[in-house]
């Protein structure tokens, strides 16, 4: 069984920037790839951010250029840099672990989620 425990949000005004972490439990965490997602009240949660095993790396267009991703395998642990925030960035934010590839599987693991607010 993996644990995802995510850390990092809070509130901070437009143009500011947060780091989230991921801390993973359990073993085999730098074979899959891992991603961010977010979610608002309403919406459909939508993937932010994914690298893979090997650190190839994908952004959605809503956050390229501010956001990025990174990974350590040795600490097991996911990061999330966000940047120039801006108030749509406003979500719950996900950590997730693929069953294996970003771009063709699914996801394995859940986080239970960290809230960013951005206030303009």
């Known amino acids: 069984q993996v644990q995802l425990v995510e850390s990092g949000g809070g509130l901070v005004q437009a143009g500011g920037s947060l780091r989230l972490s991921c801390a993973a439990s359990g073993s085999m965490f730098s074979i899959n790839a891992m991603g961010w997602y977010r979610q608002v009240p309403g919406k459909e949660r939508e993937l932010v951010a994914a690298?893979?095993?090997?650190?190839?790396?994908y952004y959605a267009d809503s956050v390229k250029g501010r956001f990025t991703i990174s990974r350590d395998n040795v600490k097991n642990t996911l990061y999330l840099q966000m940047n120039s925030l801006k108030p749509e960035d406003t979500a719950m934010y996900y950590c997730?672990?693929?069953?294996?590839?970003?771009?063709?599987?699914?996801?394995?693991?859940w986080g239970q989620g960290t809230q960013v607010t951005v206030s303009s």
């Open positions: 690298i893979s095993s090997g650190g190839s790396t």
């Open positions: 997730a672990k693929f069953r294996g590839s970003y771009d063709t599987s699914g996801i394995h693991y």
